[in-house]
């Protein structure tokens, strides 16, 4: 009986352990990756068709998601050429992860804003719109709005 009532203490202790590293490493929002935001960019770009897409500058950035560029270590979004087209795509390399927040709360806003132009007239934008890829990993975040998002994600998941 002693035996068996030790045995059961060290499967409680080595349990307790594993889920004090599993919720440790959940609250950390991932491994900080070192990657170069060209390489990303270019690996994600190439996942999409990028044709109908021009790059946008800092302003555009500012006036689209209500967040200053300059805040973050590297930020690269590309835009629809036409008003009438909602594919998007935008990554964000951040110099702290508790940067977070502040960018999805703008990239939900954005979403929202998009949606709601779009509705009651664009239902296939509203389609690419709602299956939207939003992936944070660490200190990258990637929002595309595109037909191919999810091999986008794959890229980006493979780029860092």
Do not use: W
């Amino acid at each position: 009986m002693k035996g068996l009532m030790r045995y059961i203490g060290i499967v409680k202790y080595i349990l307790i352990m594993l889920l004090t590293i599993f919720v440790m490493s959940l609250l950390s929002g991932g491994e900080i990756s070192n990657a170069k935001m060209e390489s990303v960019a270019k690996r994600v770009t190439k996942a999409i068709d990028t044709e109908e897409l021009s790059e946008a500058d800092n302003r555009m950035v500012k006036r689209l998601y209500g967040i200053n560029a300059n805040d973050y270590e590297n930020v690269v979004l590309y835009v629809s050429d036409s008003n009438m087209e909602v594919e998007e795509l935008l990554i964000v390399k951040l110099k702290d992860t508790s940067q977070s927040e502040a960018v999805e709360a703008a990239i939900d806003t954005r979403l929202n804003t998009q949606l709601e132009s779009f509705e009651g007239y664009g239902p296939e934008q509203c389609k690419l719109l709602k299956d939207h890829v939003l992936d944070v990993r660490g200190n990258y975040i990637l929002y595309v709005v595109d037909k191919k998002a999810k091999a986008a994600d794959k890229a980006f998941q493979k780029s860092l």
